[in-house]
C-alpha cells in the first residue's frame, strides 16, 4: 500500500505522523500545497485506510467545521530490533513508534543466520493483536557499511557478535518475511528522539551515548549527519585531557578512557583492589563511597568537556545523553555541569542537557522507526 505513494503525499504522512491530527487547512498550509492538491493527494489514502478522518471540530485556522485528518496508526505495525553483545531487544510498534508489545532475551546462537531465526521467534511471540506488519529495523552497534558487491548490498561489521561483512538485510528478510532495514544504533536512536522523544520540534541537536564505547549522531537542520566507519570510530577517542588515564588504544585521556563502562570498572577496581560491576560503582557512588564518586565525578567533568567540544564546533543549543552508561551523568550532575560551562568560556546554560533513562527498548524503538522512515515516509 505504502510503495505507490508519491513524495508529496509522503510529506502529508510524515507531518501527521510526528505532529498528530490535523485539519486540511493546517496542511496545506504547512506543507505549502493549494487545499484542491491537498484534496486530490489524501482522497485515495483516506479511501485506502492509510488516513483516517476524526469527528467535526472547529478549524482552528479559519474557524469552519472540519474534519481533521490522521494516520491509520493502529493499523499498521513495526518491527524494531536491536542487537547487542549478549541480547536481542525487540519492540513491535504502531506507525507512531508507541510500543504495543516488547520482548528481550539472550542469544543463543550468534550465527548471523541463528540470530535471524531467533529474531523470527521473538516476532511471531510479540505479535497477535490488529495490524500488518509492514517491516522492519535492525539496529547493530558498530559499523552498518556499504559494500563495493553487485547490487550495493550493505554488509555488516559487529565485532561483538563476531560478524564480518554479514549480509544481514536479505538474511533477516528471507527470516521474517518482511522488507528489512538495517542501521547503526546510534543513529537509528538519534531518529527517534529527533520524531518521538526529547528532539521532537528541535531542527539541531546532538546525541551522545555511554556505553561500552562512546557513540555520537548529529542532527542538523531535521537531517542526520551522515557518518562513516572513521568518524564513528573517532569520536570516543576525542583527547579530553591530555596525560590523562590511558585507553586500550594508547590515548592518554580520550573520552573512552574516562567514560566507557571498562573504564570505568577499571579505574574503580584499581582503586579498590577488587573487581566490580559498573552498576556497583554507580551504587556505590550514590551511596557515597568516596573511591567511586570520585571516579564517577571525575567522569561527569570529562563528559562536560565533551559536551562542550560538541556544541561548540556543531554549534547546536542540545545535547542529549543516553546509554546504558548514563547514570554517571545523573549522579554527579553539577560536576558535569561545571566543566561544560567552564569549556563555554564561563557562560552558564549555553547547551541544554538533556539526560534520557536508560533503557534498551528505546534504542529498539530506534529500529522501529528507521522501519517507519525507510518503508513509509522515505526520508528522515
Ligand atoms: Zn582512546
Not at 32 to 48: C, E, I, Q
Not at 55 to 81: K, M, S, W
Request: aromatic share 4%; hydrophobic share 45%; glycine share 12%.
Amino acid at each position: 500500500m505504502w510503495d505507490a505513494l508519491p513524495d508529496a503525499a509522503r510529506s502529508i504522512v510524515k507531518e501527521l505522523i510526528i505532529h498528530g491530527p490535523q485539519s486540511r487547512t493546517a496542511l496545506s498550509r504547512t506543507l505549502h500545497l493549494s487545499t484542491g492538491s491537498l484534496t486530490r493527494l489524501t482522497k485515495p489514502m483516506v479511501d485506502a485506510g492509510l488516513l483516517v478522518e476524526g469527528d467535526v471540530v472547529h478549524d482552528p485556522v479559519n474557524g469552519r467545521p472540519t474534519r481533521p485528518l490522521d494516520v491509520a496508526a493502529g493499523e499498521h505495525r513495526f518491527l524494531g530490533l536491536k542487537l547487542t553483545a549478549d541480547r536481542v531487544y525487540a519492540v513491535v510498534t504502531d506507525l507512531r513508534a508507541e510500543i504495543v508489545a516488547a520482548r528481550d532475551e539472550p542469544i543463543g546462537d550468534h550465527s548471523p543466520s541463528a540470530v535471524c531465526d531467533q529474531a523470527k521467534r521473538l516476532l511471531d511471540e510479540l505479535s497477535g493483536g490488529a495490524g500488518a506488519l509492514v517491516g522492519a529495523g535492525v539496529t547493530v552497534g558498530g559499523n552498518a557499511r556499504a559494500s563495493a558487491q553487485v547490487g550495493g548490498e550493505r554488509l555488516v561489521d559487529a565485532p561483538y557478535l563476531g560478524w564480518w561483512q554479514v549480509e544481514l538485510k536479505p538474511l533477516m528478510e528471507r527470516a521474517l518475511g518482511v522488507p528489512c532495514v538495517v542501521k547503526n544504533d546510534v543513529a537509528a536512536l538519534a531518529h527517534q528522539h529527533h520524531w518521538f522523544g526529547p528532539g521532537r520540534g528541535l531542527r539541531d541537536f546532538a546525541l551522545v551515548t555511554i556505553g561500552a564505547g562512546i557513540g555520537y549522531a548529529l542532527i542538523v537542520h531535521d537531517h542526520l549527519v551522515a557518518a562513516t566507519e572513521a568518524d564513528l570510530g573517532m569520536f570516543g577517542h576525542l583527547v579530553l585531557q591530555p596525560g590523562g588515564p590511558m585507553c586500550p588504544e594508547g590515548h592518554r585521556g580520550c573520552a573512552a578512557a574516562y567514560l566507557s563502562g571498562w573504564s570505568v570498572e577499571a579505574t574503580a577496581g584499581h582503586a579498590l583492589r577488587r573487581t566490580v560491576t559498573y552498576d556497583e560503582v554507580m551504587r556505590l557512588a550514590t551511596e557515597g563511597d568516596r573511591v567511586c564518586l570520585g571516579v564517577v565525578r571525575e567522569a561527569a567533568q570529562a563528559l562536560g568537556r565533551l559536551i562542550g567540544h560538541v556544541a561548540t564546533i556543531s554549534m547546536v543549543k542540545t545535547v542529549i545523553l543516553a546509554g546504558e552508561g548514563v547514570e554517571l551523568a545523573r549522579i554527579a550532575k553539577d560536576d558535569l555541569a561545571r566543566a561544560l560551562t567552564e569549556n563555554r568560556r564561563d557562560v552558564p546554560g549555553s547547551v541544554d542537557v538533556v539526560i534520557e533513562a536508560d533503557d534498551f527498548r528505546e534504542w529498539a524503538r530506534g529500529g522501529a522507526v528507521v522501519a517507519i522512515q525507510s518503508f513509509v515516509t522515505g526520508s528522515d
